[in-house]
């Protein structure tokens, strides 16, 4: 894909995490890991399955945990010899919780979505069991089959991911006070003036839901046909040009707001579907983002009359898919 508008993201540090040594009582080769994680994200606590954690989206992974992620203890355990005190149950649930900087409504979506998708999947396995076999009852077959092509026996998901950092230039001359002219509380008023329109503007790009516009505003002015076929490629596998994003919200603290759509891929349709969908198998576990630039005019409420400021968005999408 050299003419790709999306480029390879680097492995993520979740999955090449190091391998941990076995505990002593444990069975051979077999490491001392929990089955469960207590993550609590921004106050609110989530129990989630080690497995379940580790299937998520690696761009999301990443985001989650920037320093990778220790899954179990080792040798190297500051609870000395005292295997009693090694154990699980002696280790106070505080003490468990691993806590992670992201938006727990974003985790729900994203495991609600998972659970739709195992449930999908399932339905279909169910409803057509020999759907996947070749030449009659041939297990080897199958697994042959399912090795070249994960798509036959896992369910995908596409996973588009935008994190967006805006700015708003203000015109000069528009009612801000110098600091060198102003009155004592002067410079107090324009400031919050400030933060006001940065407050309006993250608000206006939030109400912005729909996915693709900027991305086909970027094609109708720089005729960028790599970026359209992107575009044709998503709508043909699973989502719809007038999609919403899943999620989307304001990061806190931050001029950034941060959106995430999943989709069910699809294998089954109309003229070549399967051959479009193994395309996608590109970002199966290999992450790719492309970032530009979108500028827009806009006009927001300001003092009772009308401001207006050219507002700079600098997006960055990351695409991926992923097998449940």
Request: glycine share 4%.
């Amino acid at each position: 894909m050299s003419n790709s508008p999306i480029t390879q993201v680097s492995e993520s540090p979740i999955t090449q995490v190091a391998q941990y040594s076995p505990a002593p009582d444990s069975p051979s080769g077999q490491a001392a890991f929990p089955s469960k994680l207590l993550l609590d994200l921004r106050g609110t606590r989530f129990e989630i399955d080690r497995e379940v954690l580790v299937s998520l989206p690696e761009s999301i992974l990443i985001v989650m945990f920037p320093n990778g992620l220790i899954l179990g203890r080792g040798h190297s355990d500051p609870y000395d010899d005292d295997d009693d005190n090694n154990s699980e149950e002696s280790i106070s649930l505080d003490d468990q919780i691993i806590f992670v900087d992201f938006d727990p409504a974003c985790m729900d979506y994203v495991l609600d979505f998972y659970h739709e998708a195992q449930m999908a999947g399932e339905a279909q396995r169910l409803a057509n069991p020999n759907a996947h076999l070749h030449n009659g009852n041939n297990n080897n077959s199958q697994h042959n089959l399912g090795a070249q092509n994960p798509l036959l026996n896992k369910q995908a998901i596409i996973v588009l991911r935008e994190e967006l950092d805006y700015f708003a230039v203000i015109p000069p001359k528009t009612g801000f006070l110098a600091k060198d002219d102003a009155p004592a509380t002067g410079p107090v008023h324009a400031d919050a003036s400030k933060v006001n329109v940065k407050t309006q503007c993250g608000t206006h790009l939030l109400e912005q839901r729909k996915i693709f516009t900027a991305l086909q505003r970027n094609i109708n002015k720089e005729n960028n046909v790599a970026e359209q076929h992107l575009i044709d490629m998503l709508c043909v596998s699973g989502f719809s040009r007038d999609d919403e994003w899943g999620y989307r919200d304001i990061e806190p603290k931050k001029t950034s707001i941060v959106s995430i759509a999943l989709v069910m891929l699809k294998t089954t349709g109309s003229g070549n579907q399967m051959a479009t969908a193994q395309k996608l198998l590109l970002f199966w576990r290999k992450p790719a983002r492309k970032c530009w630039w979108d500028g827009v005019e806009v006009e927001l409420d300001q003092d009772e009359h009308k401001l207006p400021i050219r507002l700079w968005a600098r997006r960055t999408w990351t695409l991926e898919l992923v097998l449940v």
